[in-house]
Each structure stands twice: as structure tokens, then as C-alpha cells.
């Protein structure tokens, strides 16, 4: 399934709990997430970076998925 169906899904319940919310409270994270699922559909994102130089700073732990790198750039 494609992530940006899933932000997009995202989006909807929230701006939905927001109605109901009678408030603006899930209305920043609704918002956070139709733009997240724009740039989704825009196919911006990491995987961009993959194959590029980068510097480690925290060592790299795949099995836990942690780890950070810095962009060379």
C-alpha cells in the first residue's frame, strides 16, 4: 500500500476527531499529516539519500533500526 494513502487516511480521522473535538486540538496533526501525505505523493523522502555520503555520528544498529548519520553536503 502506498504511504501517502495511509497519511491521507490519517489526515481524514483526525480532521474528523477534530469536528467532534469541538476544539483545536487534532487540527495541527491533520494538517501535519495531508502535508505529509503531499509530499508522499510528491515522492520526497529518505530514499532519496540512500547510496549518498554521509558522516556516522551514532553507530548504526540495524537490528534495532537506530543509529544517526549527518548529510556530507
Known amino acids: 500500500m502506498d504511504t501517502w494513502i495511509i497519511w491521507l ?3 481524514l480521522l483526525l480532521g474528523a476527531g477534530e469536528l467532534h473535538a469541538r476544539g483545536v486540538f487534532l487540527a495541527p ?7 505529509a501525505a503531499a509530499a508522499s505523493l510528491a515522492g ?3 530514499a532519496a539519500l540512500v547510496g ?4 556516522v555520528v551514532e553507530r548504526i544498529a540495524n537490528d534495532e533500526g537506530v543509529g544517526q548519520v549527518k548529510d556530507r553536503r
Open 29 to 35: 496533526l491533520a494538517a501535519g499529516a495531508a502535508v
Open 52 to 55: 549518498q555520503r554521509a558522516l
Open 9 to 11: 487516511a490519517a489526515a
Open 44 to 46: 520526497v523522502g529518505a
